[in-house]
């Protein structure tokens, strides 16, 4: 099935990820590096896009699967670890360190969204066309999502690109899911605000 957004594959979290989770408990061979494969370019395309910067991002991400390590070999016990609900746990954890990092940095000039782009801007990028029309279409989508306020764009990647359910953003952002349902539907107005004043119609 494919992600109307991104057009690959659909993956879905069948468990959670705790059966991965007590596996890195554990020390299993080769669990800790299973779990990076999972989630670390996801996470680095919400933190990039939180960030709209790619060596803060892979920082980041760096550091959560640190933290992550730590907390799942050290920290938790394996209980805690079975029942863990580890993608919305890492996301969350991975906004934490963005939101520190933007403070640490407020006074400092943050880089445009120019290069907001790893192949999953789904619905506004036709996949027909011409190679310079879809190129065309991205930067236009990518100077849309530059005018976008930093929890706007958080929550389009959350819902959109990685196809999060509501439940699992409202444990990444500490928000209720009916709350955070209103804020959706306000951020695509924005991204398609965005759309139309560059002279771009999209149905969204």
Known sequence: MKNSWTGGEIVREVDQGGALAVAVHRCEPGAFERLIERF?????TYAHGILQNAFDAQEVVQDAMLRAHKALTKQYDEERCAALAVRPWLFRT???????????????????LESFDD???????????SELERKEEVELLR?????????????????FMEEM???EIAKTVGQSEAALRGKVFRSLK???????????????
Do not use: Q, T, W
């Open 40 to 44: 670390e370019r996801s996470l680095f």
């Open 94 to 112: 991975v906004r934490n360190l963005c939101l520190n990092k933007r403070r640490s940095k407020r006074s400092a000039l943050e880089e445009s």
């Open 119 to 129: 192949g999953r801007l789904g619905p506004f990028v036709h996949l027909e066309g």
């Open 143 to 159: 100077r849309a999502m530059a005018l976008l306020p930093v929890d706007a764009r958080e929550l389009i990647v959350l819902r």
């Open 165 to 167: 359910s509501y439940a």
């Open 190 to 204: 924005l991204l398609r605000d965005a759309l139309e004043s560059k002279g771009v119609a999209y149905a969204m």
